[in-house]
Nanobody, 121 residues
């Protein structure tokens, strides 16, 4: 079994910052891409940022310049630093990761349970 556990969400005023983290645990053999997505009720889940195994990063246009994704390979953890937050950043933030549970198995995408980020104006 593999679990992704997020932490760090909360309530912040516009212009403030939050740091999110997501740790993979369980039968983790190796991890390829990791990423963060967000979703509001009635809307589709949207990309926030991704980071490859080689540390190449990709950001949604809506967050470029305000968000930084990083990862700790030893801790199987991905981080998301959110700066200059806006009310429209309010959403449930989900992490995901492409994980292989054994050397001989295929990579599969796992999702965390989500963490709420609320930005007040």
């Amino acid at each position: 079994q593999v679990q992704l556990v997020e932490s760090g969400g909360g309530l912040v005023q516009a212009g403030g910052s939050l740091s999110l983290s997501c740790a993979a645990s369980g039968r983790v053999s190796s991890i390829n891409d990791m990423g963060w997505y967000r979703q509001n009720p009635g809307k589709e889940r949207e990309l926030v940022a991704t980071i490859t195994r080689g540390a190449s990063k990709n950001y949604a246009d809506s967050v470029k310049g305000r968000v930084t994704i990083s990862r700790d390979y030893a801790k199987n953890t991905v981080y998301l630093q959110l700066n200059n937050l806006k009310p429209e950043d309010t959403a449930v933030y989900y992490c995901n990761a492409d994980i292989r549970t054994a050397v001989w198995s295929n990579f599969r995408t796992y999702w965390g349970q989500g963490t709420q980020v609320t930005v007040s104006s």
